[in-house]
Protein backbone atom coordinates (compact mmCIF):
# COMPACT_ATOMS: atom_id res chain seq x y z
CA UNK A 1 0.00 0.00 0.00
CA UNK A 2 1.27 3.56 -0.95
CA UNK A 3 2.50 5.92 1.83
CA UNK A 4 -0.90 8.17 0.26
CA UNK A 5 -3.53 5.17 0.65
CA UNK A 6 -1.86 4.59 4.26
CA UNK A 7 -2.76 7.84 5.42
CA UNK A 8 -6.32 8.92 3.32
CA UNK A 9 -7.32 5.78 1.94
CA UNK A 10 -10.10 3.48 3.57
CA UNK A 11 -8.07 0.48 3.26
CA UNK A 12 -6.79 -1.75 6.54
CA UNK A 13 -2.65 -2.47 6.76
CA UNK A 14 -1.41 -2.31 10.16
CA UNK A 15 2.13 -2.46 10.69
CA UNK A 16 2.14 -5.19 13.42
CA UNK A 17 5.94 -5.22 12.75
CA UNK A 18 6.23 -1.61 14.32
CA UNK A 19 7.84 -2.32 17.70
CA UNK A 20 10.10 -4.27 16.18
CA UNK A 21 11.40 -1.92 14.30
CA UNK A 22 11.54 0.68 17.17
CA UNK A 23 13.24 -2.02 19.55
CA UNK A 24 15.99 -2.08 16.47
CA UNK A 25 16.06 1.79 16.43
CA UNK A 26 18.92 1.76 18.97
CA UNK A 27 18.07 3.74 21.54
CA UNK A 28 15.89 3.09 24.59
CA UNK A 29 12.41 4.11 24.47
CA UNK A 30 9.40 3.92 25.67
CA UNK A 31 5.60 4.54 24.58
CA UNK A 32 4.71 8.77 24.71
CA UNK A 33 1.42 9.24 24.04
CA UNK A 34 0.46 12.96 23.81
CA UNK A 35 -3.32 14.16 24.67
CA UNK A 36 -4.57 17.85 24.38
CA UNK A 37 -5.03 18.84 27.61
CA UNK A 38 -8.32 20.95 26.82
CA UNK A 39 -10.53 18.58 24.71
CA UNK A 40 -8.99 15.17 25.65
CA UNK A 41 -7.99 14.11 22.23
CA UNK A 42 -5.69 11.21 21.78
CA UNK A 43 -3.12 13.17 19.29
CA UNK A 44 -0.20 10.91 18.62
CA UNK A 45 1.76 8.18 20.18
CA UNK A 46 5.20 8.63 19.98
CA UNK A 47 8.35 7.34 21.18
CA UNK A 48 11.07 8.63 23.92
CA UNK A 49 14.08 8.23 25.40
CA UNK A 50 15.55 9.65 28.58
CA UNK A 51 16.98 12.30 26.69
CA UNK A 52 13.64 13.39 24.82
CA UNK A 53 12.15 13.44 28.49
CA UNK A 54 14.73 15.46 29.65
CA UNK A 55 14.30 18.01 26.66
CA UNK A 56 10.58 18.28 26.81
CA UNK A 57 10.87 18.94 30.89
CA UNK A 58 13.55 21.82 29.70
CA UNK A 59 11.69 22.85 26.83
CA UNK A 60 8.29 22.65 27.82
CA UNK A 61 7.38 21.03 24.58
CA UNK A 62 6.28 17.45 23.68
CA UNK A 63 9.43 15.93 22.36
CA UNK A 64 10.18 12.43 21.03
CA UNK A 65 12.56 10.06 19.59
CA UNK A 66 12.17 10.25 16.58
CA UNK A 67 12.87 5.99 16.01
CA UNK A 68 13.02 6.10 12.24
CA UNK A 69 14.80 9.13 11.66
CA UNK A 70 17.04 7.89 15.16
CA UNK A 71 17.21 11.44 16.08
CA UNK A 72 15.80 13.86 18.95
CA UNK A 73 11.99 15.11 17.48
CA UNK A 74 10.86 18.31 19.29
CA UNK A 75 7.67 18.37 18.30
CA UNK A 76 6.93 21.41 15.76
CA UNK A 77 10.26 22.34 15.27
CA UNK A 78 10.11 22.23 11.60
CA UNK A 79 6.20 22.06 11.21
CA UNK A 80 5.85 25.52 14.04
CA UNK A 81 3.06 22.95 15.53
CA UNK A 82 4.68 22.91 19.15
CA UNK A 83 2.73 20.77 21.49
CA UNK A 84 3.16 22.36 24.75
CA UNK A 85 3.70 21.04 27.90
CA UNK A 86 0.83 20.74 30.47
CA UNK A 87 2.25 18.18 32.29
CA UNK A 88 4.17 14.44 32.03
CA UNK A 89 1.97 11.54 33.57
CA UNK A 90 3.72 7.71 34.27
CA UNK A 91 1.74 5.11 34.22
CA UNK A 92 1.31 2.52 37.13
CA UNK A 93 4.24 0.27 36.03
CA UNK A 94 6.87 3.61 34.88
CA UNK A 95 7.30 2.04 31.22
CA UNK A 96 5.25 4.94 29.22
CA UNK A 97 4.63 8.35 29.35
CA UNK A 98 1.37 10.64 28.87
CA UNK A 99 2.59 14.44 27.41
CA UNK A 100 -0.26 16.24 28.20
CA UNK A 101 -0.55 19.47 25.61
CA UNK A 102 -1.66 22.58 24.51
CA UNK A 103 -1.51 22.43 20.45
CA UNK A 104 0.27 25.83 19.32
CA UNK A 105 0.22 25.51 16.10
CA UNK A 106 -2.85 24.09 13.96
CA UNK A 107 -2.45 20.18 14.31
CA UNK A 108 -0.10 17.64 16.02
CA UNK A 109 -0.53 15.37 12.86
CA UNK A 110 1.81 15.75 9.75
CA UNK A 111 -1.08 15.06 7.59
CA UNK A 112 -3.83 17.56 6.05
CA UNK A 113 -6.59 17.67 5.41
CA UNK A 114 -8.55 18.38 1.88
CA UNK A 115 -7.96 22.25 2.35
CA UNK A 116 -4.38 21.67 3.47
CA UNK A 117 -5.10 22.23 7.11
CA UNK A 118 -2.88 19.94 9.53
CA UNK A 119 -5.65 17.62 10.98
CA UNK A 120 -5.42 17.81 14.81
CA UNK A 121 -4.82 14.59 15.56
CA UNK A 122 -3.44 11.03 14.31
CA UNK A 123 -6.06 9.12 15.02
CA UNK A 124 -8.56 10.30 12.40
CA UNK A 125 -10.31 7.56 11.24
CA UNK A 126 -12.05 4.40 12.81
CA UNK A 127 -12.79 0.67 11.75
CA UNK A 128 -15.49 0.10 10.52
CA UNK A 129 -17.75 -3.70 10.97
CA UNK A 130 -16.43 -4.54 7.43
CA UNK A 131 -12.37 -4.11 8.14
CA UNK A 132 -12.53 -0.86 6.08
CA UNK A 133 -11.66 2.59 7.32
CA UNK A 134 -13.81 5.29 7.62
CA UNK A 135 -12.71 9.38 8.53
CA UNK A 136 -14.42 10.47 11.58
CA UNK A 137 -14.96 13.65 11.07
CA UNK A 138 -16.00 14.29 7.28
CA UNK A 139 -14.25 18.09 7.32
CA UNK A 140 -10.83 15.75 7.64
CA UNK A 141 -11.28 14.09 5.00
CA UNK B 1 12.91 -0.37 43.04
CA UNK B 2 10.76 -2.58 44.06
CA UNK B 3 6.84 -3.42 42.91
CA UNK B 4 5.33 -1.46 45.37
CA UNK B 5 7.56 1.50 45.25
CA UNK B 6 7.45 1.81 41.16
CA UNK B 7 3.70 1.63 41.73
CA UNK B 8 3.06 3.74 44.75
CA UNK B 9 5.60 5.78 45.42
CA UNK B 10 6.95 9.22 44.67
CA UNK B 11 10.05 7.95 43.11
CA UNK B 12 10.99 8.12 39.41
CA UNK B 13 12.41 5.08 37.78
CA UNK B 14 11.09 4.59 34.49
CA UNK B 15 11.94 1.44 32.37
CA UNK B 16 13.06 2.41 28.73
CA UNK B 17 14.27 -0.43 27.81
CA UNK B 18 10.42 -1.75 27.91
CA UNK B 19 9.57 -1.54 23.99
CA UNK B 20 12.81 -3.82 23.89
CA UNK B 21 11.05 -6.06 26.13
CA UNK B 22 7.99 -5.94 24.06
CA UNK B 23 9.97 -6.95 20.74
CA UNK B 24 11.62 -9.33 22.17
CA UNK B 25 7.78 -11.45 23.16
CA UNK B 26 7.89 -13.29 20.29
CA UNK B 27 4.48 -11.38 18.85
CA UNK B 28 4.17 -8.79 16.32
CA UNK B 29 2.42 -6.22 18.27
CA UNK B 30 1.49 -2.31 18.17
CA UNK B 31 0.82 0.28 20.86
CA UNK B 32 -2.74 -0.12 22.13
CA UNK B 33 -4.38 3.36 23.48
CA UNK B 34 -6.88 3.00 25.81
CA UNK B 35 -9.31 6.03 26.27
CA UNK B 36 -12.37 6.53 27.84
CA UNK B 37 -15.17 7.43 25.10
CA UNK B 38 -17.19 9.72 27.91
CA UNK B 39 -14.58 11.26 29.79
CA UNK B 40 -11.69 11.76 27.46
CA UNK B 41 -9.25 10.04 30.13
CA UNK B 42 -5.88 7.95 28.63
CA UNK B 43 -6.67 4.67 30.79
CA UNK B 44 -3.54 2.88 29.59
CA UNK B 45 -1.09 1.52 26.98
CA UNK B 46 -1.19 -1.99 26.32
CA UNK B 47 0.20 -3.97 23.17
CA UNK B 48 -1.71 -5.23 20.27
CA UNK B 49 -1.01 -8.19 17.72
CA UNK B 50 -3.53 -9.36 15.13
CA UNK B 51 -5.17 -12.12 17.17
CA UNK B 52 -6.32 -9.34 19.79
CA UNK B 53 -7.42 -6.91 17.35
CA UNK B 54 -9.55 -9.49 15.82
CA UNK B 55 -10.84 -10.44 19.50
CA UNK B 56 -11.50 -7.37 20.09
CA UNK B 57 -13.72 -6.62 17.21
CA UNK B 58 -15.42 -10.23 17.69
CA UNK B 59 -15.61 -10.05 21.66
CA UNK B 60 -16.39 -6.02 21.56
CA UNK B 61 -14.08 -5.55 24.05
CA UNK B 62 -10.61 -4.12 24.18
CA UNK B 63 -7.96 -6.42 23.79
CA UNK B 64 -4.19 -6.80 24.07
CA UNK B 65 -1.58 -9.04 23.86
CA UNK B 66 -0.06 -9.44 26.84
CA UNK B 67 3.17 -9.14 26.50
CA UNK B 68 5.21 -10.37 29.48
CA UNK B 69 3.03 -13.18 29.79
CA UNK B 70 3.16 -14.24 26.14
CA UNK B 71 -0.70 -14.53 25.92
CA UNK B 72 -3.76 -13.04 24.66
CA UNK B 73 -5.57 -10.63 27.55
CA UNK B 74 -8.47 -9.46 26.76
CA UNK B 75 -8.64 -6.67 29.56
CA UNK B 76 -11.10 -7.84 32.48
CA UNK B 77 -11.03 -11.50 32.26
CA UNK B 78 -9.57 -11.56 35.38
CA UNK B 79 -10.97 -8.83 36.97
CA UNK B 80 -14.22 -8.12 35.35
CA UNK B 81 -13.33 -4.17 34.95
CA UNK B 82 -14.08 -5.13 30.69
CA UNK B 83 -13.60 -2.49 28.71
CA UNK B 84 -16.49 -2.07 25.97
CA UNK B 85 -15.74 -0.99 22.99
CA UNK B 86 -17.15 2.12 21.14
CA UNK B 87 -15.11 1.75 18.67
CA UNK B 88 -11.38 1.40 17.43
CA UNK B 89 -9.35 3.96 15.84
CA UNK B 90 -6.48 4.20 13.71
CA UNK B 91 -3.64 6.28 13.58
CA UNK B 92 -2.28 8.29 10.07
CA UNK B 93 0.62 6.10 9.27
CA UNK B 94 -1.21 2.82 10.50
CA UNK B 95 0.88 1.59 13.15
CA UNK B 96 -1.14 2.03 16.25
CA UNK B 97 -4.66 1.96 17.88
CA UNK B 98 -7.39 4.05 19.74
CA UNK B 99 -9.67 1.77 21.74
CA UNK B 100 -12.41 4.34 22.58
CA UNK B 101 -13.90 2.23 25.58
CA UNK B 102 -16.77 2.38 28.24
CA UNK B 103 -15.57 0.87 31.92
CA UNK B 104 -17.83 -1.88 32.90
CA UNK B 105 -16.09 -2.35 36.14
CA UNK B 106 -14.53 -0.06 38.50
CA UNK B 107 -10.99 0.68 37.06
CA UNK B 108 -8.89 -0.41 34.28
CA UNK B 109 -5.54 -0.39 36.48
CA UNK B 110 -4.53 -3.12 38.74
CA UNK B 111 -3.60 -0.79 41.21
CA UNK B 112 -5.39 0.05 43.99
CA UNK B 113 -6.37 2.97 45.81
CA UNK B 114 -5.77 2.71 49.47
CA UNK B 115 -10.37 2.35 50.02
CA UNK B 116 -8.81 -0.90 47.70
CA UNK B 117 -10.92 0.86 45.07
CA UNK B 118 -9.20 -0.29 41.38
CA UNK B 119 -7.84 3.54 39.88
CA UNK B 120 -9.72 4.56 36.89
CA UNK B 121 -6.90 4.66 34.71
CA UNK B 122 -3.00 4.30 35.00
CA UNK B 123 -1.79 7.66 34.86
CA UNK B 124 -2.69 8.73 38.53
CA UNK B 125 0.68 10.59 39.06
CA UNK B 126 2.36 13.41 37.16
CA UNK B 127 5.95 14.47 37.29
CA UNK B 128 7.32 17.46 39.48
CA UNK B 129 9.77 19.57 38.36
CA UNK B 130 12.38 18.15 40.67
CA UNK B 131 11.89 15.49 39.12
CA UNK B 132 9.72 13.06 42.04
CA UNK B 133 6.47 11.77 41.11
CA UNK B 134 3.25 13.26 42.55
CA UNK B 135 -0.48 11.74 42.76
CA UNK B 136 -2.73 13.69 40.90
CA UNK B 137 -6.00 12.91 43.10
CA UNK B 138 -5.51 12.97 46.48
CA UNK B 139 -8.39 10.42 46.86
CA UNK B 140 -6.03 7.91 44.40
CA UNK B 141 -3.56 7.74 46.81
Not at 69 to 91: A, C, F, M, P
Not at 96 to 106: D, E, T
Not at 123 to 136: A, K, M, P, T, V
Amino acid sequence: MSHQELEEGIGLDLDFTKLRKVANCGADVLPAVAQDARTGEVLIVGYANELALETARETGMATFWSTSRDELWIKGTTSGDYLQLEEIRVNCEQNSILYRVVPAGKGACHTKNREGVARSGCYYRRLRDDGSLEFIDPEQV
